[in-house]
């Protein structure tokens, strides 16, 4: 494994899989088929990294790792290329400040759909806020991001829906509130550690 990657899971990244990241992504590209969709060993820090400009949304259904003591080392864990290109420095962790020097966006909203991070509450809010902010810095409007680490099964069907109110032209902050609600009145989700953790920053519009 990489230096950083080994670093990262002596802190405490869990690389454990989350089966229900393909089922999210494949909803919600299933509502956008002008969409470009990167699963497994396609979602790579460098495939990231290339978006560009043209993104008008931008979703992440990944491990997260929050950083307390250096929150630019934070960092949303992708997939490792079997064969790196020549001079790539992939190591499958999109950090925080590599978002704030490399990605330049035009993007309306980046999603951090960042779950099961191991690395304890308390430092969940702070990591991902820091990451949101990288993204805005990189010319994001809008960071979907969570405060803690929740289930993969019950943040799939909440952003499954939340981009089902997004894409008929309602305002983000009520497609999310549309979602939460639809969660509460489930049999499944209803508690609020299952709905309440994923925060809007920036233009709720």
Known sequence: ???????????????TPLPATRDEIRGISALYPEARTFLGTEATEERAKSVGKDARYLHFACHGLFDERFPLNSALALSIPAQPREGQDDNGLLQAWEIFESLRLDADLVTLSACDSAMGSEMGGEGLL??????????????????????????????????????????????????????????????????????LVGDWK
């Open 1 to 15: 494994a990489h230096p950083e990657v080994r670093a990262a899971l002596g802190r405490g990244l869990e690389l």
């Open 130 to 199: 820091g990451l949101a902010r990288a993204f805005q810095y990189a010319g994001a409007r809008s960071v979907l991001a969570s405060l803690w680490s929740v289930s993969d099964l019950s943040t799939a069907d909440l952003m499954k829906r939340f981009y089902g109110h997004l894409r008929p032209g309602r305002t983000k902050d009520e497609a999310l509130q549309a979602a939460q609600v639809e969660l509460i009145r489930s049999s499944e989700f209803s508690h609020p550690f299952y709905w309440a953790a994923f925060q």
